[in-house]
């Protein structure tokens, strides 16, 4: 029962409501193939985390470099106690603090992982998400799902079944994506490496670094201090990129960058007027100045501009502080120029 991956382009991923296609989502899973599902962050591409041929295939569908390693899914702490050789205080302290929700933490692995999830490395990480859909499938399916997002590496996230099916559809023959409508956060999970002393945030979310202090007492951002896990991709300079260049620029530098075919996400009313003279009106977007509203909407409106044809993507510096923290570090790396990482 294998599926055709990565190779020649297909086209033909089948978008399921998630009621409807669970049970085929479970067989499909149980039978070492990949499903597509939704969670709170964004889309994951799933497959049984403990058959490495199975996660073999999510590598290949993605185009995604052997180095990083995925993130395995479970639907409740008992789930995740035989991915781990050990479950410290910390540990347990965030996950009944934030687990169902979007928290990654990178801990210790146990022998039952296959080296394929880690990287080759001695950790795992392990989330509970809190989509309802998630939920459903991973306690209906009973084994955990490692899942990294559902689009091609290197690519913006997917927050709807559509992006998948446009990200993924041309590269895995007859995909099944279960569609739970757009994701409510729309950015990736805070990954927190607990391993380390103090806690190291490799990868920011809508958790935020003072939210995980409050719990581990002390926490700092950045790469971790070794091989393996500093290579983790969520800190490669460019990831979570559109295919064209993107800007990010003060309020007054917009003014003076835009060009008719540049696409703009922008907030400040006061730029909304003269973009309308400058740019077709669809190539306009106004975003929340609510980080969480912003960060919902953020991917959308990048996919959303590369396919109308902006020849560039020119994005109105978002204001600072904590809760803008994940939104500039993906900003960061979308505008980050195209090299290879590897
Ligand atoms: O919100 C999310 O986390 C989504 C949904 C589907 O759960 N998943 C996701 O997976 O964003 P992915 O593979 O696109 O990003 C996972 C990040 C990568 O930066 C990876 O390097 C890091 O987590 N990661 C996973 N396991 C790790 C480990 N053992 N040590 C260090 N970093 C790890
Ligand atoms: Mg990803």
Redesign the pocket.
Known sequence: MSQELGGEKTRGARIVPAEAGLEEAVARLRAGQLVAFP?E?????GANALDGEAVASIFAAKG?PAS????V?VADPEAAAPLVRDWSATAQRLAERFWPG?L?L?VP?SAAVPDIV??G?D???I?I?AHPVARELLRHVGIPIA?????RSEEV?PTTAQHVADSLGPWVRDLLILDGGPCE?G???T?V?ITLDPPHI??P?ILTEEQVREITGGAISGA?PRG??A?????MTR?YAPGIPVLVLPTQAIREALEPDDALLFISVQLGAPYRGALPFERGVVMSSHADRYGRRLYSALRQMESLGARRILIEEPPHGPEWAAIHDRLRRAAAPKTSYE
Do not use: K, M
């Open positions: 969670t962050t964004v889309y994951g591409l995604r990083n390693p995925v993130i899914h979007p990654t990178v692995r880690t990287a490395g950790t795992v990480g989330r998400p899942a990294p997002s559902a689009n996230s956060v950015l990736e999970s990954v490496d490799l990868r979310g971790a393996g896990v290579r983790s991709p969520g800190q990831h």
